[in-house]
Nanobody, 117 residues
């Protein structure tokens, strides 16, 4: 069974950038989630196979989700990072559930992103 594996996490200064990568499996939608210490897992954004992408309001204009079909890789480009973006980031894959929703069924192990001054 193919595993979804994230990479690209690390430490960055406020205002910096990071790009996360995730080897994905053939579903119809893929997304990123994050979980800060002591908090619940939070949805960040979803990429649908038709091309549409949705984001949580707090990352709009700063984060971009893209997919390279040939490389079977999902990306999360993060710019202008803030301390509140600090979290473990997870990629996920699932099936389109209508109304721009994804029923996520498979998860990666996560990669840590730390933003500090």
């Amino acid at each position: 069974q193919v595993q979804m594996v994230e990479s690209g996490g690390g430490s960055v200064e406020i205002g910096g950038s990071l790009r996360l990568s995730c080897v994905i499996v053939p579903y119809t939608c893929w997304g990123w989630f994050r979980q800060a210490s002591g908090k619940e897992r939070e949805w960040v954004g979803t990429k649908f196979s038709a091309g549409d992408t949705t984001y949580i309001d707090s990352v709009k204009g700063r984060f971009t989700i893209s997919r390279d079909n040939a490389k079977k890789t999902l990306y999360l480009e993060m710019n202008n990072l803030k301390p509140e973006d600090t979290a473990v980031y997870y990629c996920a894959a699932g099936y389109y559930a209508g109304n721009m929703r994804c029923d996520f069924a498979k998860w990666g192990q996560g990669t840590q992103v730390t933003v500090s001054s």
